[in-house]
Structures are given as structure tokens and as C-alpha cells.
């Protein structure tokens, strides 16, 4: 069985623009991580050929910057796409995160279940905003779209 060139192998994120956070931010964050590089989908137009790819994350000057990479490191290419369109979305589901994880230290089981899907519902709006906008650019399915929607929400967290 061949190997698939089309994932990622690496993924790392600017800490620049990463701050470190809560610790249910931080365990997000390393389980969008680990899952993304479990199982993903993930093909530059142009370049699928080329993987698998090392992916470097980083937010600045109002650019979501994926800068893609051959495994052993050679530049392939950058895509950059604009971050206004995902703060509305990113802000909503931080604050339902929130009252979600005060619900689980309080609130009934049904209250928790009502946040939990909210919580869903808004990271599924955020990784289908994040597919389309990649689309012709790079590639990717509806899991690998749902794990990097997560690291653009970290990416979003300011001190």
C-alpha cells in the first residue's frame, strides 16, 4: 500500500500570535493537533503532488497565512486569506465555549447538552466558512476543515 501524499505530517502554529490560555484552550488546541495529523485531507492546488506538507499557521495584518512547505522543508507556497470574515464566528463560539464550560461545573445535564450543541453548530458554521474560503486554493475535507477551524480560533486569542 502506497503512502498518501496528500496530508499533513506537521503543523506548527506562530507563537508569536499564540498566547498561552486556559487549559481547556490548550487541550483544544493539542487535540485539533494531534487528530489533524492522525487523519487529514489536505491538497495546495498545484502542489498535491508534492506532500506530504509541514503547515505553518500564522495570523497577521488581518491575514490567516497557511504557509505550506514540502516535508523536508522546501517553501512550496503561502496562502493568505483575509481573518475579518471569521471574527463573528470565532467570538461566538468562545463565548458559547465559555458558558459551556461553566455549564459543566453547574448547570443540569439538559443546560449542558443546549451549550455543547450550540458549541457544535458554531464550529461546523466556522469550518464550512474556512472550506469555502480555501476552495480553489487548497483542498480539504470536512474533518481536516474542522480541525484547522479550531487552530484559527487559537490563532484569534489575544493576552
Given at each position: 500500500?502506497?503512502?498518501?501524499?496528500?496530508?499533513?505530517?506537521?503543523?506548527?502554529?506562530?507563537e508569536?500570535?499564540v498566547?498561552?490560555?486556559?487549559?481547556e484552550?490548550?487541550?483544544e488546541r493539542?487535540?485539533?493537533?494531534?487528530?489533524?495529523?492522525?487523519?487529514?485531507?489536505?491538497?495546495?492546488?498545484?502542489?498535491?503532488d508534492?506532500?506530504?506538507?509541514?503547515?505553518h499557521?500564522?495570523a497577521e495584518e488581518?491575514?490567516?497565512?497557511?504557509?505550506i512547505r514540502?516535508?523536508?522543508?522546501?517553501e512550496l507556497?503561502?496562502?493568505?486569506?483575509?481573518?475579518?470574515p471569521?471574527?463573528?464566528i470565532?467570538?461566538?463560539?468562545?463565548?458559547v465555549?465559555e458558558?459551556y464550560?461553566?455549564?459543566?461545573?453547574?448547570a443540569?445535564?439538559?443546560?449542558?447538552?443546549?451549550?455543547?450543541?450550540g458549541?457544535?453548530?458554531?464550529h461546523?458554521?466556522?469550518?464550512?466558512?474556512?472550506?469555502?474560503r480555501?476552495a480553489?486554493k487548497?483542498?480539504?475535507?470536512?474533518p481536516?476543515s474542522r480541525?484547522?477551524f479550531?487552530?484559527?480560533?487559537v490563532?484569534?486569542?489575544r493576552?
Amino acid at each position: 500500500m502506497t503512502e498518501r501524499r496528500n496530508r499533513i505530517v506537521h503543523v506548527k502554529l506562530d507563537e508569536r500570535t499564540v498566547v498561552r490560555r486556559k487549559p481547556e484552550v490548550e487541550h483544544e488546541r493539542a487535540v485539533a493537533i494531534f487528530d489533524l495529523l492522525e487523519e487529514n485531507v489536505f491538497e495546495p492546488d498545484g502542489f498535491a503532488d508534492r506532500g506530504p506538507f509541514n503547515l505553518h499557521l500564522s495570523a497577521e495584518e488581518g491575514r490567516l497565512n497557511f504557509d505550506i512547505r514540502t516535508e523536508d522543508g522546501l517553501e512550496l507556497t503561502r496562502v493568505a486569506l483575509p481573518l475579518s470574515p471569521f471574527r463573528k464566528i470565532v467570538r461566538d463560539y468562545f463565548m458559547v465555549c465559555e458558558s459551556y464550560y461553566n455549564a459543566i461545573k453547574k448547570a443540569t445535564p439538559a443546560q449542558i447538552e443546549a451549550f455543547d450543541m450550540g458549541r457544535r453548530g458554531l464550529h461546523n458554521e466556522g469550518s464550512e466558512l474556512l472550506q469555502e474560503r480555501l476552495a480553489g486554493k487548497i483542498a480539504i475535507d470536512h474533518p481536516t476543515s474542522r480541525r484547522l477551524f479550531t487552530l484559527v480560533c487559537v490563532l484569534h486569542i489575544r493576552g
